[in-house]
């Protein structure tokens, strides 16, 4: 199976140029994430998909502990490996905006081909048998997946584009 | 502002229109500046139509205000060339290669031509408050509409699956980032976009799905890495 391969550094130049290195006054109206001094990013790639996620330092520090996290997944519940598992929302299409939803004991998402999303203050809630009661805040993610036009080659554009919607939305909220 | 959901019904009927109309269209990229531009700027957007240079108009020059390298302000300007909903942007060539179509060859020759006249011409920077030629920017194309991707004169049969290989060829070769190629089906994706708010969905029982939640076999590669925001001021100190 052909395993799929992105370049970090474009990811990372994406993020400095659109989140990190921007006028003070289009700060304020940013998720309070990007206003730390440091923030984590965590980037996972797989055959359908590319998710970005956001952590500050506590909650990373926190996550590392998680014996779900190491044996199951990283961010366990968050995306459906198939269509058939029940899932909160169906991605289909461009820009999805999921802002402060809570999801419970299913799949946060199910990912149809070529979609993307941005999840705001999203909260994964899980009881499990094995592992019982675990829930987890993502304050900022984005999810890019693969389709016909969505590939290894053109990622980097459409990151860009969902980035550029995210911030569009944040000024249409805060009304400028 | 007027509402996305109506942007994005009238300029879907504009662009699904048989007549070549791309200058009521045009008017339609002020409400979506952030696609045009690469940074993220401060509000006080100009944007200009049918700006002259030496050899012509150039369709569409945007300007914005960023934060610069030492967290100065300074003002860049993006070159723009539209074309109508309604022109092809390939067309086959052969049964197995498509060539770009005559709208998109004039597009990218007049960008070229209108980037190079901004980039020499220094009293039309210093119009547009430019210090430096550097922060003259390629913007991009805007052209066609999905069901205007390619002339099939070859009649193709999977004429879609060339059209996924000749962009993102042109797009990685020659354009190399700098030149963005947009189709009006872009715009139109990005002023609708769909949102969930507030939402919560919970079933209430306890459920065992540790195979469907295990994915460790899925990830081919994973990262992580800090940015530190304050990373330039403490260099500069």
């Known amino acids: 199976?052909?395993?799929?391969?992105?370049?970090?550094?474009?990811?990372?130049?994406?993020?400095?140029?659109?989140?990190?290195?921007?006028?003070?006054?289009?700060?304020?109206?940013?998720?309070?994430?990007?206003?730390?001094?440091?923030?984590?990013?965590?980037?996972?790639?797989?055959?359908?998909?590319?998710?970005?996620?956001?952590?500050?330092?506590?909650?990373?520090?926190?996550?590392?502990?998680?014996?779900?996290?190491?044996?199951?997944?990283?961010?366990?519940?968050?995306?459906?490996?198939?269509?058939?598992?029940?899932?909160?929302?169906?991605?289909?299409?461009?820009?999805?905006l999921i802002t402060s939803c809570t999801i419970g004991n299913m799949f946060s998402l199910s990912l149809g081909k070529d979609s993307t999303a941005i999840l705001c203050d999203h909260k994964q809630v899980?009881?499990?048998?094995?592992?019982?009661?675990?829930?987890?805040?993502?304050?900022?993610?984005?999810?890019?997946?693969?389709?016909?036009?969505?590939?290894?080659?053109?990622?980097?554009?459409y990151f860009d584009e969902l980035v550029a919607y995210s911030i569009d939305q944040w000024r249409i909220e805060h009304g400028r | 502002m007027e509402d996305r959901k109506n942007l994005y019904k009238k300029l879907k009927d504009l662009?699904?229109?048989?007549?070549?109309?791309?200058?009521?269209?045009?008017?339609?990229?002020?409400?979506?500046?952030s696609l045009l531009v690469k940074e993220t700027f401060n509000e006080d957007v100009t944007y200009e139509q049918e700006c002259p240079q030496y050899c012509g108009r150039s369709d569409l020059l945007i300007r914005v205000k960023v934060k610069d390298e030492f967290d100065d302000e300074k003002t860049l300007a993006y070159i723009w060339e539209v074309k109508a909903a309604q022109c092809y942007?390939?067309?086959?060539?052969?049964?197995?290669?498509?060539?770009?179509?005559?709208?998109?060859?004039?597009?990218?020759?007049?960008?070229?031509?209108?980037?190079?006249?901004?980039?020499?011409?220094?009293?039309?920077?210093i119009r547009l408050g430019i210090l430096h030629p550097e922060q003259i920017k390629f913007g991009g194309i805007i052209i066609g509409r999905k069901d205007k991707l390619v002339e099939n004169k070859h009649e193709v049969s999977d004429v879609k699956g060339l059209y996924n290989i000749t962009r993102p060829l042109r797009e990685k070769y020659f354009y190399n980032d700098r030149i963005k190629l947009i189709t009006w089906d872009d715009i139109l994706n990005y002023l609708k976009g769909k949102k969930h708010t507030s939402e919560e969905q919970q079933i209430s029982q306890r459920i065992d799905f540790k195979k469907e939640l295990s994915d460790k076999e899925e990830i081919s590669e994973s990262f992580d890495f800090e940015l530190s925001r304050l990373r330039n001021k403490i260099k500069r100190l």
């Open chain 1, 126 to 157: 899980l009881d499990t048998e094995e592992f019982g009661h675990y829930e987890y805040n993502i304050e900022l993610a984005y999810v890019i997946s693969f389709g016909d036009e969505i590939n290894q080659d053109s990622v980097y554009k």
């Open chain 1, 1 to 96: 199976m052909k395993k799929e391969h992105i370049d970090k550094n474009r990811i990372k130049e994406i993020i400095k140029r659109r989140l990190i290195k921007i006028p003070s006054k289009v700060r304020k109206i940013f998720p309070e994430i990007l206003s730390q001094p440091k923030i984590s990013i965590k980037i996972i790639i797989t055959k359908s998909y590319v998710l970005i996620v956001f952590l500050g330092p506590e909650e990373n520090d926190r996550r590392k502990k998680d014996l779900i996290r190491k044996k199951l997944s990283t961010f366990p519940g968050l995306i459906a490996k198939d269509n058939k598992s029940k899932a909160a929302f169906r991605l289909e299409g461009k820009n999805t």
């Open chain 2, 15 to 33: 662009i699904y229109k048989d007549k070549h109309n791309e200058v009521e269209c045009r008017e339609y990229l002020k409400y979506v500046v």
């Open chain 2, 89 to 125: 942007i390939f067309k086959t060539e052969t049964k197995s290669r498509l060539c770009p179509s005559q709208y998109l060859y004039k597009a990218e020759n007049q960008l070229l031509h209108y980037y190079n006249g901004f980039y020499n011409d220094r009293n039309a920077q």
